[in-house]
């Protein structure tokens, strides 16, 4: 399993961002994917997850209306637009994965058995 972020890096306060989360190495079909950041000397903080046919998706209540999730087969990614950039958004992202078809996507990082590297994103003034 291999997850691959990008997508990230300087964005002003206001601005958007969409992130990138490249599989491989498994069925992507079969794979809830979540996106998580950690900002320096805070914890880990789920935002934002969508099952294996993107029918189930939530959002952590800092993102909550100002982010969008998509997966796209073809391509094996699964994209995560930010919007409304803050000071307090800047963290190193990650996305996850883990294998449960049919069960509903949750924002706890215990759930997820595989990680990407991680994507820094700064906000500026």
């Known amino acids: 399993v291999q997850l691959v972020e990008s997508g990230g890096g300087l964005v002003q306060a206001g601005g958007s961002l969409r992130l990138s989360c490249a599989a491989s190495g498994f069925t992507f079909g079969e794979y809830t994917i979540a996106w998580f950041r950690q900002a320096p000397g805070k914890e880990r903080e789920g935002l934002s997850c969508i099952d294996e046919n993107g029918g189930s998706m939530h959002y952590g209540d800092s993102v909550k209306g100002r982010s969008t999730n998509a997966r796209v087969s073809s391509s094996n990614t699964v994209y995560l637009l930010m919007q409304h950039f803050q000071h307090d958004d800047t963290a190193v992202y990650y996305c996850?994965?883990?294998?449960?078809?049919?069960?509903?996507?949750?924002?706890?990082?215990?759930?997820?058995?595989?990680w990407g590297q991680g994507t820094q994103v700064t906000v500026s003034s």
């Open positions: 996850a994965s883990t294998y449960s078809p049919g069960m509903p996507c949750l924002l706890s990082s215990s759930f997820y058995t595989s």
